[in-house]
């Protein structure tokens, strides 16, 4: 296999387990470090990372069905499910929590159909914005020492992924008129 695959594979792995974009509760990870695990964080360090951001964050399921329902509006549990090709009994448990949170609501179809359907609550679109303020904030002081340019570039390189895996996929994320990504420079 080309190594630049290999490579290309772990670092998107890697990604996608980045606590700036996945947070998790330090509380449970300073005794999992106690056990064996890795070692704890130290105290100023996460302090200064999780500072503006507390005390309640999305988990990141949460995060992305508000964000697919903010973009697209009311949908059904199988809609939702199809749309992240998530099983619908993983897609009904992950609404429940967001139910009980007081994050979504079940309202009728308003195209009359059978199937009730999800929309956010103003309380759920709140966290949904404090949670995306959150994770940009962490976003700027990860990259405050990349060049603008370089910023701009990893940015046009994730829509271009992005825009492809939806294309061959078959399912676009809704996005805002004129986010189309700009072409290379």
Do not use: H
């Not at 949460?62 to 973009?71: E, H, K, N, P, Q």
């Not at 199988?78 to 949170?101: C, I, M, P």
């Not at 179809?109 to 956010?120: E, F, I, M, S, T």
């Not at 990349?146 to 990893?154: C, F, N």
């Amino acid at each position: 296999m080309d190594r630049r695959l290999e490579r290309l594979e772990r670092e998107l792995m890697l990604v996608a387990r980045c606590s700036v974009l996945t947070p998790r509760d330090r509380k449970s990870q300073g005794t999992a470090a106690q056990e064996g695990g890795e070692p704890p964080e130290p105290a100023a360090a996460a302090e200064a990372r999780t500072e503006p951001c507390t005390p309640t964050r999305l988990d990141r399921s949460g995060y992305l069905l508000l964000s697919r329902l903010d973009a697209e509006g009311a949908m059904s549990i199988g809609q939702l499910a199809d749309a992240l090709q998530l099983d619908v009994s993983t897609v009904n448990r992950q609404t429940g929590a967001l139910l009980r949170a007081g994050l979504v609501e079940r309202i009728p179809d308003p195209d009359g159909g059978l199937a009730r359907k999800l929309r956010v609550t103003a309380q759920g679109a709140d966290r949904m914005a404090a949670e995306r303020t959150c994770r940009q904030t962490d976003l700027s002081r990860l990259l405050e020492s990349w060049p603008p340019e370089d910023v701009a570039r990893l940015e046009d390189v994730l829509t271009r992924f992005n825009r492809e895996v939806e294309r061959q996929e078959g399912r676009a994320w809704p996005r805002e008129p004129g986010e189309a990504g700009r072409p290379p420079e």
